[in-house]
């Protein structure tokens, strides 16, 4: 069975902090795939990023960084010097097995992160 | 691009009353999603289409949930009749499949979700 686990409720950290977002799945596909999105305030869902089972590259966008490790089935998300901005909802998901089943995702429960300034 | 679509973006009525709920997808994408997502239950996938085919409905919640895609630039949600336990956001994604075998599908794009509350 295809599992997430975002074990952080909440987070809250001062402006220019370094913040770690943690994120566990469960699958017994080899192929997969991974994703965060972004949940502000204003409620919309805002994809950030995806990564494929057979590509564990880490990779840097601006201030967020992305570290996928298939041995330990996570996939982390840090945002270096956070700002007010980034204040949100964050949710990981999983698809598995894309070619049949079209992509559906199962998400964390989301981490709330509240940046103070 | 305009994105994907939703109406209304919020929506009251009391219960027992049918809602309709409506999603335009983004155009040539080839998956269409319906999610809801409440405090207890977090975000859940009630039903998918490809090629406006309903593929897996496993999540719709009772007989009281229904949706159709008629064509691939529109889908609805109906409720009826509604019950105060419906209330909740409900949001519809898109994806396309234009990509390899081993990377088939792109990533779901996101509507600004409809906010139900039923009284």
């Not at chain 1, 996939?75 to 949710?91: H, K, L, P, R």
């Not at chain 2, 009826?80 to 234009?98: G, I, L, N």
Request: charged share 20%.
């Amino acid at each position: 069975a295809q599992k997430v686990t975002q074990a952080q409720t909440e987070i809250s950290v001062v402006e220019k902090e370094d913040v770690t977002l943690d994120c566990v799945y469960e699958t017994r596909d080899t192929t997969y795939y991974l994703f965060w999105y972004k949940q502000p305030p204003s409620g919309e869902l805002v994809f950030l990023i995806r990564r494929n089972s057979f590509d564990e590259q880490n990779e840097i966008s601006g201030r967020y960084s992305w570290n996928f490790q298939k041995s330990t089935s996570s996939f982390n998300f840090t945002i270096t010097a956070s700002q007010v901005v980034d204040s949100a909802v964050y949710f990981c998901a999983l698809s598995e097995n894309w070619s049949n089943q079209g992509g559906k995702l199962i998400f964390g429960q989301g981490t709330e992160l509240s940046v103070k300034p | 691009d305009a994105g994907v679509i939703q109406s209304p973006r919020h929506e009251v009525t009391e219960m027992g009353q049918e809602v309709t709920l409506r999603c335009k997808p983004i155009s040539g994408h080839n998956s269409l999603f319906w999610y809801r997502q409440t405090m207890m239950r977090g975000l859940e996938l009630l039903i998918y289409f490809n090629n406006n085919v309903p593929i897996d409905d496993s999540g719709m919640p009772e007989d009281r949930f229904s949706a159709k895609m008629p064509n691939a630039s529109f889908s609805t949600l109906k409720i009826q009749p509604s019950e105060p336990r419906d209330s909740a956001v409900y949001f519809c994604a898109s994806s396309s499949r234009p990509g390899t075998s081993r990377d088939p599908n792109t990533e779901a794009f996101f509507g600004q979700g409809t906010r139900l509350t039923v009284v």
